[in-house]
């Protein structure tokens, strides 16, 4: 399964190149994992971003899907699109998301309920 959500493209995350800034997009996927999974103590151990097409207009919505890649004892892998108009895919994008204890700071194994729950959203 894909969960998607639109994002708003600000005219304020064009920069001076006249593009979508290249943090931007991390605050995109940002928003939309946390509307997806906002009940799991996680950290963002790695972001990769391949941009493929630049977003040269604010003032309107991408698509951006998300979904598991992989799942490990303590981290996840999620994969993600940042989609335009006409199904433009602006970028692609990678983060490994470790399982915290919020006592101690440190990962811990992933709960049976989370695995359960991300194994729904596991792409094969």
Do not use: C
């Not at 493929?52 to 994969?79: H, K």
């Not at 194994?109 to 729904?120: G, I, M, Q």
Request: cysteine-free.
């Amino acid at each position: 399964m894909i969960f998607t959500d639109k994002q708003f493209v600000r005219w304020d995350d064009l920069d001076a190149m006249g593009h979508v800034n290249n943090a931007t997009y991390l605050t995109y996927i940002q928003e939309t994992r946390f509307l997806w999974l906002s009940n799991v103590e996680m950290v963002v151990a790695r972001a990769e971003v391949d941009f493929l097409e630049p977003i040269y207009v604010g003032g309107r919505f991408v698509d951006v899907t998300l979904w598991v890649e992989s799942i490990g004892n303590s981290s996840f892998v999620l994969a993600y699109e940042v989609i335009g108009e006409n199904g433009v895919v602006h970028a692609k994008v990678k983060t490994v998301q470790v399982t915290i204890s919020p006592e101690t700071k440190k990962s811990r194994p992933l709960k049976d309920s989370e695995r359960e729950f991300l194994t729904t959203y596991l792409k094969a």
